[in-house]
């Protein structure tokens, strides 16, 4: 398995322009937002339907991410948890809106990657998701799947280095 660093390297590769970095602290989390929306949306088998409003496909994708994060490095995991926390937090309060969270998301989705393809058509370079990676032995064919969980890691490491805390 690739270490942290080195998927982190390679993803900032196409994320050096100050502009796209910015849209992609914006849109990232909006993107993450969605998705989880998207998930909490689905319904869930009858027999967890009563159990907890927490207990969706929402909740057990970001626990499915966080598991790959720890996998990764246990203080970035850490950052992305409490940030996954807050966006589930967020996705619970959309969903007691008077408009389907499903709708909310879909919007919020594609808006967010239309800001993605704006920074990177700034940046000059395709994102690394589109990276062709089947051939990599490291990458293998989901590679490309893998730089789309990077992305949100990618700004928790940011972070982290701002505040000057080791990962």
Same mark, same amino acid.
């Given at each position: 398995?690739?270490?942290?660093?080195?998927?982190?390297?390679?993803?900032?590769?196409?994320?050096?322009?100050?502009?796209?970095?910015?849209?992609?602290?914006?849109?990232?989390? #909006?993107?993450? !937002? *969605?998705?989880? &929306?998207? +998930?909490?949306? @689905? $319904? %869930? /088998?009858?027999?967890?339907?009563? =159990?907890?409003?927490?207990?969706?496909?929402?909740?057990?994708?970001?626990?499915?991410?966080?598991?790959?994060?720890?996998?990764?490095?246990?203080?970035?995991?850490?950052?992305?948890?409490?940030?996954? #926390?807050?966006? !589930? *937090?967020?996705? &619970?309060? +959309?969903?007691? @809106? $008077? %408009? /389907?969270?499903?709708?909310?998301? =879909?919007?919020?989705?594609?808006?967010?990657?239309?800001?993605?393809?704006?920074?990177?058509?700034?940046?000059?370079?395709?994102?690394?998701?589109?990276?062709?990676?089947?051939?990599?032995?490291?990458?293998?064919?989901?590679? *490309?799947?893998?730089?789309? +969980?990077?992305?949100?890691?990618?700004?928790?490491?940011?972070?982290?280095?701002?505040?000057?805390?080791?990962?």
């Amino acid at each position: 398995m690739r270490s942290a660093e080195a998927w982190l390297r390679e993803y900032g590769e196409s994320h050096q322009h100050p502009t796209n970095e910015l849209l992609h602290f914006v849109c990232v989390p #909006a993107i993450v !937002l *969605a998705v989880l &929306g998207l +998930l909490w949306s @689905l $319904p %869930v /088998p009858v027999m967890f339907a009563g =159990l907890s409003p927490w207990l969706n496909w929402a909740t057990l994708a970001a626990l499915a991410a966080l598991a790959y994060y720890l996998c990764l490095s246990v203080p970035l995991a850490a950052g992305s948890a409490a940030a996954l #926390a807050v966006l !589930l *937090a967020l996705t &619970g309060a +959309l969903a007691q @809106l $008077p %408009v /389907p969270l499903w709708a909310t998301s =879909l919007a919020v989705f594609v808006l967010g990657w239309i800001g993605q393809f704006v920074g990177h058509a700034i940046e000059g370079r395709r994102p690394s998701f589109f990276k062709d990676t089947s051939a990599d032995p490291h990458l293998g064919r989901l590679g *490309a799947l893998q730089f789309l +969980l990077i992305g949100p890691l990618w700004l928790v490491a940011a972070l982290y280095r701002a505040l000057r805390l080791p990962y």
